[in-house]
């Protein structure tokens, strides 16, 4: 069964913003992180933004950092990304996923995913 399902995605002019929402299942909760992921094409899917349920300590990708701003809400087992000044390289299919540790940014320690939604950045 899907567990977590991203929304949110769309088209924007670089410079714009997006809020990305990824409503995650109880059973999610086996785990205390939150990781997003983004995959854009003929590349390997590569770690963006994390935040723990728990304590909502957040750890941020290069790329990203001063851009985007992982949220959460508890009561909502709600994450959000805000995404604000888009790059055409920020262009890339955005995954939710369920892991142990914020620190995790391999792919392969994060069980549980989403089934993406799609963020296209215009130049």
């Known amino acids: 069964q899907v567990q977590l399902v991203e929304s949110g995605g769309g088209m924007v002019q670089a410079g714009g913003s997006l809020r990305l929402s990824c409503v995650a299942s109880?059973?999610?909760?086996?785990?205390?992180?939150m990781g997003w992921f983004r995959q854009a094409p003929g590349k390997e899917r590569e770690f963006v933004a994390s935040?723990?349920?728990?304590?909502?300590?957040?750890y941020y990708a290069d790329s990203v950092k001063g851009r985007f701003t992982v949220s959460r809400d508890n009561a909502k087992n709600t994450v959000y990304l805000q995404m604000n000044s888009l790059k055409p390289e920020d262009t890339a299919v955005y995954y939710c996923?369920?892991?142990?540790?914020?620190?995790?940014?391999?792919?392969?320690?994060?069980?549980?995913w989403g089934q993406g939604t799609q963020v296209t950045v215009s130049s």
């Open positions: 996923a369920a892991g142990g540790s914020i620190l995790y940014v391999e792919t392969e320690k994060y069980d549980y």
């Open positions: 109880r059973r999610t909760f086996l785990r205390d992180a």
């Open positions: 935040i723990s349920w728990a304590v909502g300590s957040t």
